[in-house]
């Protein structure tokens, strides 16, 4: 685990700190004021994931010190640690952009909790749901990298360059932002993924991780239905036949090892392996509006939706090639409980 940076200028608490958050399985490094807080982050020599600093410190005070902490890197948690809780300095702390607020005197088992929050937030808050994001904080353990079966989605625009052509820089920041990654982010979020990345026009988001269960694959597929039923909403309310568009979506289930990785500067919960690749694989063969499977998807998801294979097509260039099925919908209940397997 990264290291923990405790500034404070009482050696006591500090050395509390450092006694109980040690426990944990951080590193803690020590600082006694803001100045020498600044100078080991800018050194780099100790990579820092988290910073709890006093509020009350002789020279510069614990917001101004985390937030010039941010300034030099945004990836950090930044947690203040004070004995004047006013509400004046609580909304102090949430305008500069801080991550957590804590209280002196502090209970132990509640102050290990909290910054085990912070850091969860403050990783995840932006690619997954709340209701994935309180079952992380159930298992912290979530979050460390690890190799797990997992369906990975991949959708993309078709022929995003001509439309980038066509329209004005506006126009195609409006596009893009209101009417193709809010609705689509939103159906992830509906269906429990973790929004990987926006990759230019395309996106990619994981289903079962950090957190997973039995349906993954199924929650996967009826994402991707979901989402091209939002671009058909959205292309309706276009009046412009050349601002409409279109998207390819593939979907692939395998072992993946899936963990926050990155530098001191940038880190991000994303997945590596075979299914990761044939994801993206299965999304460069999709037609406009096409929504392309492997074959260990397919086995898990056919009682729920109707699928074809397309023939002549298989997906190359990996580890194990694959079978590729098309969605064409769901299947109604009561075929649900008949449908045949792949």
């Known amino acids: 685990m990264n290291g923990l940076l405790v500034v404070d200028d009482e050696a006591g608490v500090r050395r509390s700190l450092k006694r109980l958050l040690e426990?944990?399985?951080?590193r803690i490094l020590l600082a006694e004021d803001g100045r020498e807080a600044l100078e080991i982050i800018k050194s780099g020599a100790e990579p820092v994931e988290t910073v709890i600093c006093d509020y009350r410190m002789p020279g510069m005070n614990g917001i101004e010190t985390l937030v010039e902490i941010g300034r030099i890197d945004t990836e950090i948690t930044r947690i203040i640690l004070t004995a004047y809780a006013t509400m004046a300095n609580a909304i102090e702390a949430v305008n500069s952009?801080?991550?957590?607020?804590?209280?002196k005197p502090f209970d132990n088992r509640e102050l290990r909790a909290k910054v085990k929050e912070c850091m969860i937030k403050k990783r995840l808050k932006q690619f997954v749901s709340e209701q994935v994001m309180a079952e992380i904080q159930k298992n912290t353990w979530a979050m460390e990298p690890r190799r797990i079966q997992a369906t990975i989605l991949f959708t993309d625009?078709?022929?995003?360059?001509?439309?980038?052509?066509r329209l004005a820089p506006a126009e195609l920041s409006d596009l893009l932002n209101r009417h193709y990654f809010n609705p689509l982010d939103g159906v992830i979020f509906a269906h429990n993924g973790t929004l990987?990345?926006?990759i230019g026009d395309g996106v990619m988001a994981i289903f079962g991780a950090p957190v997973g269960g039995s349906d993954d694959a199924l929650r996967a597929v009826q994402a991707a239905l979901a989402i091209r039923e939002a671009m058909d909403r959205t292309n309706r309310g276009i009046p412009e036949a050349d601002k409409r568009f279109a998207v390819g979506i593939g979907i692939a289930t395998g072992e993946v090892m899936a963990g926050i990785f990155g530098s001191c500067r940038k880190k991000e919960y994303t997945a590596y392996g075979s299914a990761v690749n044939l994801a993206s694989r299965l999304e460069n063969m999709a037609m406009p509006d096409?929504?392309?499977i492997c074959n260990r998807t397919a086995l898990?998801?056919?009682?729920?939706?109707?699928?074809?294979?397309?023939?002549?097509?298989t997906a190359r260039g990996i580890a194990h090639p694959s079978e590729v099925f098309r969605v064409l919908g769901r299947k109604p209940e009561r075929e649900n409980k008949t449908g045949n397997r792949p």
Do not use: P, Q
């Open 290 to 292: 096409e929504i392309l």
């Open 300 to 313: 898990l998801v056919v009682e729920a939706v109707r699928l074809e294979k397309v023939m002549g097509l």
């Open 97 to 103: 952009g801080i991550d957590g607020f804590l209280t």
């Open 157 to 165: 625009m078709r022929d995003f360059s001509g439309l980038a052509e």
């Open 23 to 26: 426990k944990d399985g951080y």
């Open 196 to 198: 990987d990345k926006h």
